[in-house]
């Protein structure tokens, strides 16, 4: 009797704690190329960091999981969001906690990010959206949280015009995509070198994003914990991670 007490206060226990989040993050193949795709809802704890409690810049996964952790949660995954200076400054527009960083860039100008279209990543209090950086210039979008990078991959259901199907650029790339009503948004990184075009019809044709943003690419990175996956290398910028309650 004691023993079905114990077993049954431990079960009482466990009920009662917050759950942990799914694994968001699996691996997939298209067009025979290996991706790693992490899914997020819009009811879940996803953010930006830029700077740790300190003022210095976050820079690494490791920094980032120790200060989540400082607030009692876990951090699900996390991945590098955006194009930066060498002082890890955002390129361009960058919102933290309803706060302005960095402004909006809506001019042309040389490499990724300077090759329009290029967009924003907004994560607001009903969901999320990737918007072209003219059109979120014109305004009506609040955003608790956002990033803008370039160039876009999918812009109103239709491939950037000037990626090329035969293109021989190739880099390790990732980027987000978002579902038709925002509720839904997927990060990938590709895990072995791809084109712009390659990377832009995965968003198209296997998650049906009428829009896309590319993030980077070279340091792309990916902290998935759950995959036991931890990328390193060069200090990032903008880092977007899911957080949740630790079990």
Request: net charge negative; charged share 20%.
């Given at each position: ?24 993050c ?7 190329t ?21 003022g ?94 370039g ?11 000037r ?17 038709p ?12 070198p ?14 049906d ?12 990175r ?25 079990r």
């Amino acid at each position: 009797m004691k023993t079905a007490t114990i077993e049954a206060a431990f079960l009482a226990l466990w009920l009662a704690a917050p759950a942990a989040a799914a694994e968001p993050c699996r691996d997939v193949s298209f067009e025979e190329t290996p991706y790693t795709i992490c899914t997020v809802s819009a009811d879940e704890d996803l953010r930006l960091w830029l700077t740790g409690p300190d003022g210095r810049p976050m820079g690494s996964f490791d920094r980032l999981r120790e200060t989540v952790e400082g607030e009692g949660k876990a951090l699900v995954f996390a991945m590098n969001a955006g194009m930066y200076h060498p002082d890890r400054r955002p390129v361009g527009l960058y919102v933290e906690d309803g706060g302005e960083v960095a402004p909006l860039v809506t001019s042309a100008g040389p490499g990724n990010f300077g090759m329009l279209p290029n967009g924003v990543f907004c994560i607001s209090g009903t969901g999320f959206a990737v918007i072209e950086s003219r059109t979120f210039a014109s305004g009506g979008t609040q955003c608790r949280h956002a990033t803008q990078s370039g160039p876009m991959l999918v812009i109103g259901g239709e491939l950037h015009p000037r990626f090329l199907p035969d293109s021989d650029s190739r880099y390790i790339r990732n980027g987000v995509g978002v579902s038709p009503d925002g509720q839904t948004a997927y990060f990938a990184i590709a895990d072995r070198p791809v084109t712009f075009h390659e990377f832009g019809r995965l968003f198209r044709d296997e998650f049906d994003a009428p829009n896309a943003l590319y993030f980077d690419g070279k340091i792309s990175r990916l902290y998935a914990p759950g995959l036991d996956r931890h990328d390193t290398g060069f200090p990032m910028g903008p880092i977007v991670g899911l957080v949740a309650a630790s079990r």
